[in-house]
């Protein structure tokens, strides 16, 4: 479980965050939304600690960790899974010594205990016979999920996803979105997913947070974001033709 309580973030005197509020259940999708610049991706960098909050508390679990030192948050970012907007691979490396990355960092674990992990996570993500490619010689999909492996590489308890459809066909999204959905409750994670994807919200929302200015304006799942009488959400929402329609076929 990750629990925000009052979280702050301003940058050059102009308040990026105000007054956040929010747990994160672990085993569920948690998807933090709102539009572009709307302070969602500040929050998602907040809890992780890339950003350092002005003011309140980033709880994992029982642990308040943003009054942590180094050494300490390093600990728990042993924990913590992250799949980038980009996916963020190494084009460099092979797709084995990509997924290998964070045990090579952060374990004392044999070669042979590592290639065993590693293949035991692109197993689950569907990815067989890629060991030796490069990523230059991928798919978008097949990127995504073999940065979705690397993430899960060191079995953590919670997964952090910064936009992870982005630049991907309707098809492959949904695939991801199914993927991420499955390992958050097979492993039972605390998921946080970072989206503007209405069709993610509809698919894998079971927990929804409405981000605007920076305030959290609204919390709810994919079935009663439909219902909201919430202004700002709506429009949101309706900035999308697609949920429009389903909306309007409620």
Not at 53 to 69: A, C, Q, S, T
Not at 201 to 218: A, P, R, T, Y
Request: with cysteine; charged share 25%.
């Amino acid at each position: 479980m990750i629990t925000v309580k009052n979280l702050y973030k301003s940058f050059n005197g102009r308040e990026v965050l105000s007054d956040v509020s929010v747990t994160f259940e672990p085993g569920k999708t948690n998807l933090i939304i709102g539009r572009s610049g709307s302070g969602k991706t500040v929050l998602l960098k907040s809890i992780v600690g890339l950003l350092e909050p002005d003011g309140g508390e980033v709880w994992f679990n029982d642990i308040l960790f943003n009054r942590l030192d180094f050494r300490e948050k390093r600990e728990i970012r042993k924990q913590i899974g992250m799949l980038f907007q980009g996916s963020a691979l190494f084009d460099s490396m092979t797709v084995e010594q990509n997924v290998r990355f964070p045990l090579d960092m952060f374990t004392n674990m044999s070669l042979k205990e590592k290639k065993q992990r590693v293949s035991f996570c692109l197993d689950r993500v569907n990815i067989h016979n890629a060991e030796k490619l490069t990523p230059a010689e991928l798919s978008g999909g097949m990127k995504k999920r073999v940065a979705i492996a690397r993430a899960i590489s060191l079995n953590p308890r919670y997964l952090l996803c910064d936009e992870p459809n982005s630049g991907l066909d309707p098809m492959t999204a949904t695939l991801i979105d199914s993927l991420i959905k499955e390992i958050t409750e097979e492993y039972c994670i605390t998921t946080i997913v970072n989206t503007h994807d209405m069709n993610s919200v509809m698919e894998i929302g079971e927990k929804i947070v409405f981000i605007s200015d920076g305030v959290k304006c609204w919390e709810g799942n994919k079935n009663e974001i439909l219902k909201s009488d919430c202004r700002l959400l709506n429009e949101f929402v309706f900035a999308n033709v697609l949920a429009k329609q389903l909306i309007e076929n409620k």
